[in-house]
């Protein structure tokens, strides 16, 4: 709403009343969750269309949570309510504002409070900060309040329950240069981040031209530590219409990419950086123009597959090129800007997939290219063999999480439940498979062969029937001695209340691994 006085906002009604331009209402109260009226809620109005946004008056709830705003003129608008931390802005979309329009009772979405403050490494409050909330669960950057530092460097927002990613820009702050920061959180209660640190910065400057010294304006640039292999965020960072490229970092070891649009058929490139203490100045950097390679990536009883990252070697050397954009999408479709040439293309899923990863060699491109490929199965695990009940009757179920037990794969995790609260746990893991009849249970790893057994214990509320778990952290090495290995593996549960040998049994699984 534009911060008329309330005098040139009548002015303006009885000027548009005069020239035949008819006022509109719209009414109705605003609650949050429990149903509390809200007072002091700015409403906006917002044409999403041509034409401009509506003027408004009286554009606010009482002391009652209610509201009677004039809206000149009508249409159909989206209507904003903004409140105070923690409840969210709510908007109603596309409302038809003709005459007195009841909205009825407005529900406010529920958040929580995000405070805390920026501050340099020397400890000085950073002003002017900008924050962006952005929702991890379906991409999108939030609508917010009062998204600035203040001169002290504090924060306070309102922000939904669930996993968001915080962002802090600093390319408003001028006293100093500081790189942007970005930080996940989980937000399930009001929470405060206290000092949020904004390391020093400096610059990577670099002019990309396409041959003939002509500039490529909007080719993004990332930044990836190389040590821990995340892309840093830096906002502005795409060329000018110049060409020229200046990102903000902190010191380290990075490989910084330089991606071009799609359109303009030129190839990316990457180099590796060091920032210590100085600015670093790339020079010219010089894109040659390349060809489409594409095709679909499917899973092994077809069906394309989302997510799958192309990695283009030279199938000489085994250097890697810089190609942009380079994951499948929703059907499983790729197309990447590749030189002519002879390339070993692989298709690496995401962990989250149980498929394997497919290489395939010597792959001429001369000209625009298709190459579709097909994944290999690698299954989560292979549960066989059949349990035995604890107490209450419960079979402790053995199972995984995290993923593929693929080489490299962090987060696969082992996971026991149905045990009893508090007990303790035989582990085995072994080479091979068996089906061994032992006090009251099946032991259904071979034990003849080399064996690991170790006792830990399970969690839960001590006695209680199936309320025993363990989770086992059980990251897979980048290691090519594990590939095509299987190991076998299964649970003991100590428990009293089975008779006569105070043993439960879960079924067992085996895990194989692959690229």
Known sequence: MRPLSQFALGALALAALAGGVPAQL??????????????????????????????????????????????????????????????????????????????????????????????????????GVNLDVIDLATGTNLDLIGDNTDALGNFILAVPLGALEIRFDTTPVTFTTLASQALDVAASVDFNLGDVVLPDGHRIITLVQ?????????????????????????????????????????????????????????????????????DVNLGLTLLQFGVVLQGTVSAPGGGGLAGVDIDVRDSATGFKLTTCNDKTDGGG?????????????????????????????????AGSTTL???????????????????????????????????????????????????????????????????????????MS?????????????????????LSIPAAVPNDLSFLGATAYTQFVVQDAGVTPFGLAFSNAVSISFCD
Not at 33 to 47: D, E, F, S, T, Y
Not at 238 to 265: K, R, W
Not at 454 to 465: E, K, V
């Open 372 to 446: 579709n490929g097909t994944l290999g199965d690698c299954a989560f695990h292979s549960a066989y063999g059949a349990g035995t009940p604890g107490t209450g009757g419960f079979v402790p179920v053995y199972g995984s999480s995290g993923g593929a037990p693929r080489l490299g794969n962090p987060d696969y995790t082992l996971e026991l439940s149905n045990g009893v609260g508090a007990s303790t746990v035989g582990w085995i893991l072994g080479f091979g498979p068996s089906a061994v009849p032992f006090k009251g249970g099946t032991l259904l790893v071979d």
């Open 210 to 278: 396409r041959p003939g010294g002509l500039p490529v304006p909007g080719a993004d640039t990332d930044t990836v530590d190389t040590v821990t292999g995340q892309t840093l965020y830096t906002p502005q960072d795409n060329t000018s219409a110049a060409g020229l490229a200046s990102v903000v970092v902190p010191d380290g070891i990075y490989e910084f990419e330089v991606c071009p649009t799609f359109g303009s058929q030129l190839v990316g490139q990457s180099f590796p950086v060091v920032v210590a203490g100085a």
């Open 333 to 365: 479709h790729y197309q990447v800007v590749v030189p002519n040439g002879t390339w070993n293309v692989e298709f690496e899923p995401p962990y989250a997939l149980p498929y394997s990863t497919l290489e395939q060699t010597s792959v001429l491109v």
């Open 26 to 127: 719209i009414t109705g109260v605003v609650v949050d969750a429990l149903g509390v009226p809200q007072a002091g809620v700015n409403i906006n109005v917002c044409n999403e269309g041509s034409g401009g946004d509506p003027d408004v008056f009286n554009g606010g709830t009482d002391l009652n949570g209610s509201f009677s705003t004039t809206v000149i003129p009508g249409g159909v608008f989206n209507i904003v309510f903004i409140p105070s931390p923690p409840n969210l802005i709510t908007t109603l979309v596309d409302v038809t504002v003709a005459g007195t329009s009841n909205l009825g009772t407005v529900e406010l979405l529920q958040g929580v409070t995000m405070t805390g403050r920026c501050v340099t490494a020397q400890g000085v409050p950073v002003a």
């Open 449 to 469: 062969l080399p064996f690991f057994l170790s006792f830990l214990p399970l969690g839960g509320a001590p006695g209680a029937p199936g309320a025993g778990a």
